[in-house]
């Protein structure tokens, strides 16, 4: 079995059909929560109600995910980092309460 290197930071999911539409994330484990999004969508149990409805009527082909900051997964500074992205930003899909995720997930 081969030993995967984890690749933690902050991430987005956007939009290709609507660009102004985005969701900004972290985790210790970026590939896994990849995943994990991608399975909870498929199966219409994501938690962001706004991004599984957008996922319902335009489909995972809509959607691109990409890699914004490589932090450490010891990094201390990973959630102000998601704060920080989420605040400057303001994403669309983020549920959110003064811009900090309301269900942080960071595995």
């Known amino acids: 079995m081969r030993n995967r290197q984890k690749l ?3 991430y987005i999911i956007k939009s290709n059909i609507k ?4 969701y900004i994330g972290a985790s210790k484990d970026i590939t896994a929560r990849w995943r994990c999004h991608i399975n909870s969508l498929k199966y219409k149990t994501h938690h962001n109600k706004k991004l599984q409805r957008h996922f319902n009527k335009h489909g995972l082909a809509d959607l ?3 890699v914004i900051e ?3 997964a010891y990094d201390y500074l990973l959630s102000p980092k998601e704060k920080y992205y989420i605040q400057i ?3 669309y899909f983020n549920e ?3 811009y ?3 269900n942080p997930v960071l595995f």
Do not use: A, H, M, Q
């Open 89 to 91: 930003y303001k994403p």
């Open 19 to 22: 660009p102004d539409r985005f």
């Open 96 to 98: 959110t309460v003064n």
């Open 100 to 102: 900090l995720n309301i």
């Open 70 to 72: 490589e932090c450490k």
């Open 64 to 66: 691109s995910f990409k």
């Open 8 to 10: 933690s930071g902050i």
